[in-house]
């Protein structure tokens, strides 16, 4: 038996993550990532680049999951009488 601690997986790996995304979102995963780890060359940046490989592991994880995107297409599609989402939204805003 080897001294060598056993590699775990980690969650936050962008390899990892990025394998796990469909290939219409790596892009969009890339430019943030590429853009927090310039931004964590200093100190104040490194949590930043945390929060931004926690928040698409977390989406990655979502996106793999059955039935997502029939969920995200609903969700876009039209509501209540035939609707669309924007419109309720444009429609129905409370004036402030």
Request: charged letters at 35%; proline letters at 8%; hydrophobic letters at 35%.
């Given at each position: 038996?080897s ?17 796990r995304l469909?290939?219409d979102?790596?892009?969009?995963f ?5 853009e ?11 949590k ?6 926690r ?30 989402l924007?419109?309720v ?8």
């Amino acid at each position: 038996m080897s001294a060598q601690p056993a590699e775990r997986d980690d969650p936050l790996d962008p390899q990892r993550i990025l394998d796990r995304l469909p290939e219409d979102e790596r892009e969009s995963f890339l430019e943030q990532y590429q853009e927090a780890v310039e931004n964590a060359r200093a100190p104040v940046g490194w949590k930043q680049l945390r929060r931004v490989l926690r928040l698409w592991r977390f989406h990655a994880d979502a996106v793999g999951g059955p039935g997502y995107r029939e969920a995200l297409d609903a969700a876009r599609g039209l509501i209540s009488d035939g609707m669309p989402l924007e419109e309720v939204v444009r429609v129905y805003r409370p004036s402030s």
